[in-house]
């Protein structure tokens, strides 16, 4: 079947112009993770996701991070005002109700910030 | 809060040889599992391996073992048989498991370790 789809796949954009960034989970997934990977490093948590509504959003850098999820799919995470400092990828990561200790990870969103 | 460290950035190995990856994390917790997870130059993060804390048999995964030692708080990732498509970034990852209720199950990653098969 098929996987968990972000979109884009790379995004560049100039400092302070805003950014959508799209996750498509497997179907049925209840949860949802957002991760952001900036060059080097291992993954940081961002929010999570229990069907529409996020209970942690601990990891949202700064009040410029937003994220949304409707009809218990499609999940955007939106940026702000971006800054050269928020060029990292982007992942997220569907979890299903009966398998909770398995998440499945799209491809990522590289974006850069000019 | 937790912490995980991956203190070797880079290791090679030649192909068909074993090599490990080693993983320390930092945890005051008692219930969680511990994650290797492989990323391949697409991006696309793979499950390697999974091990419940409250297992004593380390986890194994055809050419892929780990020892995990708790009271040492280790976890290193054994690979045997390298092969080239092995080459990768691989991460280590913690996940707390809650006692009742909630169903956060946020990953705390390493920094990585990246590995190159040569042929």
């Known amino acids: 079947g098929a996987g968990v789809s972000q979109s884009p796949s790379n995004k560049v954009t100039e400092k302070g112009k805003d950014v959508e960034l799209r996750c498509d989970p497997i179907?049925?997934?209840?949860?949802l993770y957002w991760y952001r990977q900036r060059l080097g490093q291992g993954l940081e948590f961002l929010i999570y996701?229990?069907?529409?509504?996020?209970?942690?959003k601990s990891g949202l850098p700064s009040d410029r991070f937003s994220a949304e999820r409707t009809g218990e799919s499609v999940s955007t995470l939106t940026i702000q005002r971006t800054q050269q400092e928020d060029s990292a990828v982007y992942l997220c990561?569907?979890?299903?109700?009966?398998?909770?200790?398995?998440?499945?990870f799209g491809p990522g969103t590289r974006l850069t910030v000019l | 809060a937790q912490t995980v460290t991956q203190s070797q950035p880079e290791m090679s190995v030649q192909e068909a040889e074993t090599v490990t990856l080693s993983c320390t994390y930092d945890t005051s917790e008692s219930n969680y599992y511990l994650f290797w997870y492989k990323q391949p130059p697409s991006r696309q993060m793979i499950l390697v391996i999974r091990?419940?804390?409250?297992?004593?048999q380390n986890a194994t995964e055809n050419r892929f073992s780990v020892n995990f030692q708790k009271a040492a708080k280790s976890f290193s990732l054994k690979i045997s048989d390298s092969q080239l498509g092995d080459t990768a970034m691989y991460f280590c990852a913690f996940m707390k498991l809650r006692e009742s209720g909630g169903s956060n199950y946020k990953l705390t990653f390493g920094k990585g370790t990246l590995l190159t098969v040569n042929p």
């Open positions: 091990q419940e804390a409250y297992k004593q």
């Open positions: 996701f229990q069907g529409n509504s996020a209970p942690d």
């Open positions: 990561a569907s979890v299903s109700a009966y398998s909770y200790n398995e998440q499945f």
């Open positions: 179907s049925g997934h209840t949860a």
